[in-house]
C-alpha cells in the first residue's frame, strides 16, 4: 500500500509533537526534582532548629500534618535530608536536576563520604531500577564485611552502673546493634512523655509560655524517657510483687491547688519533692484519687475509698469513639483520658467532657500552654499558648499563576540550567551486571586475583 505525501507530513508532525511533549515532561520532571532538593535543604533546616517541637513528636508527624504527606514518607523525607548533609556530591545532582530523588533516596542507604563519588557515577549512568540493585548488591556486600565484626560486637557489649557524688546514677554501656536498635525504639516511643523543664514559680505567664516552646536537650529527654521505660517494665509484671501498687508515683496535693495552680499550697511526690500544680493536675486527670481531710492542726479526720477518676465502661467508650490522641498530627493509638473541663473545677467526668492525648500531648495542655476546648456542636479545638488555633488539617497554600513558570524562574535566578536532557541517564540498554558493578566500586568487595 503507497501512502501519500501528505500522509507521511502528518505523521511527522505527530512524531514531532510527541517529541516536543516528551521534552516538556522531562524538562518539567527535572524542574521538579530541583525543587524537591530546595525542598530538603528546608526540611532539614527546620528540622535542625526543632521547628516541629512547638507539639509535635516529630519533624515527621509535623510534615504529615502540615502538607499532608504519609507518614513513612515524611520520615523517609527527613531522613535523606539529613544524610545529604555529609554528602555534597549527591545533594548537587539532586539541586541541579541531574538526579531525580528515587534515586538520591536509594544511594543515600549506602553512601559515605568516601564512596559518594562513585555512587554518583552509578546514579548518572543508569536508571533508577539499576540504581536500586546495585544498592542492594552493595548492601549484601557492607553486610559480609559486617557479620565478621558481630562477634566482637557481642563480646565488648555491657552496662556499667555507679553512684555519683552527688547520689545521681551514672551508666555507661555499649550495646549491640540490635539491642541498641531495640533500646532506641522504646526511647522514640517513650519521648511523648517528655516534659519542658520545670518553669520558675516566680516567672511571669508570658515568660513561661516562651521557655515551654523550647524543648529540653536530646539527653535530658532519653533520661526520662528512660526512667518511663523502667516504670512501665515493672508494671508489666517483672517483678514478682505486685506493681500496681508497690510502684505506683504518689502525690499530694492540695485541694485549693488541684483547682487553682495559682492558689498557696502543697503538690508534692511522697519522697517530699515539689511538683507543680499543673502537673498534679495532668496526673489527677486519668488517675486513682483518695480524699483526705485534715483539721486545722493538720490531723487527717477522714480517709474517703481510693476511686478511679474514669470508670473501666466509660473508658471503653471514650477509646471506642476517640481512637487514639486527639491532639492535631498526633494519632497515637493510646493515650490518657483528659477533662476538658478538670474535675477538681468542677468538671464532670462524662464521655462529652474527656478527651483521650498522648503523654507527650497531655503534658503539652497541662503544663505547656496548649488550650482544648470543646465547641457546641462536639468537635475539638486546640489552641497553641499564643492563643492561635491548631487546625486538624491545615489549608492548603495557594498557588498564583503557572507553577512551571515560577520554578523556572527561581531556578534560573539561582544559575541553574535546566533542560530537556538534564535527568537523562548514560544508559544504552546493555545488561547490568551487578556482580560485575560491585566488584568494581565497592571497597570492600573481594577481586579475583588475576
Known sequence: METSASENVCRLERIAELDRLGDEIAMLSAHVEAATGRLLDLIREFDARRGWGNGFRSCAHWLSWRVGLDLGAARERVRVARALVDLPLLKAALAHGE????????????????????????????????????????RWVDRRAERRDTALQHERRGLHIHHGDDGTVVLRGRLTPEMGALLLKALESATETLYQQKRREEAAAARAVDRAMTPPPLAQQRADALALLAETALHQGLDPGHPGEH?????????????????????????????????????????????????????????????????????????????????????????????????????PTTLSNLVILCRRHHRAVHEEGYQVERNPDGTLRFRRPDGHPLPDVPATPTLLGDPLEALRQDHEAAGLQIHRKTAIPRWYGERLDVGWAIDVLHPLAVRPLT
Do not use: N
Open 99 to 138: 538526579l531525580s530523588y528515587a534515586k538520591v533516596r536509594a544511594l543515600t542507604r549506602v553512601a559515605t563520604p568516601k564512596t559518594e563519588s562513585a555512587l554518583l557515577g552509578v546514579g548518572r549512568a543508569g536508571t533508577a531500577a539499576h540504581v536500586e540493585k546495585i544498592v542492594r548488591g552493595w
Open 247 to 347: 510502684y505506683q508515683v504518689v502525690v499530694h496535693v492540695d485541694a485549693l491547688v488541684l483547682a487553682d495552680p495559682e492558689q498557696p499550697g502543697q503538690s508534692v511526690l511522697e519522697s517530699g519533692t515539689r511538683v507543680s500544680a499543673e502537673t498534679s493536675q495532668r496526673l489527677a486527670c486519668d488517675a486513682s484519687r483518695v480524699v483526705m481531710r485534715e483539721d486545722a492542726d493538720g490531723r487527717i479526720t477522714e480517709i474517703g475509698a481510693r476511686t478511679r477518676t474514669i470508670p473501666p465502661a466509660l473508658r471503653r467508650a471514650l477509646q471506642h469513639r476517640d481512637r487514639g490522641c486527639r491532639f492535631p498530627g498526633c494519632g497515637v493509638a493510646f493515650g490518657q483520658g483528659h477533662h476538658v473541663w478538670h474535675w477538681a473545677r468542677g468538671g
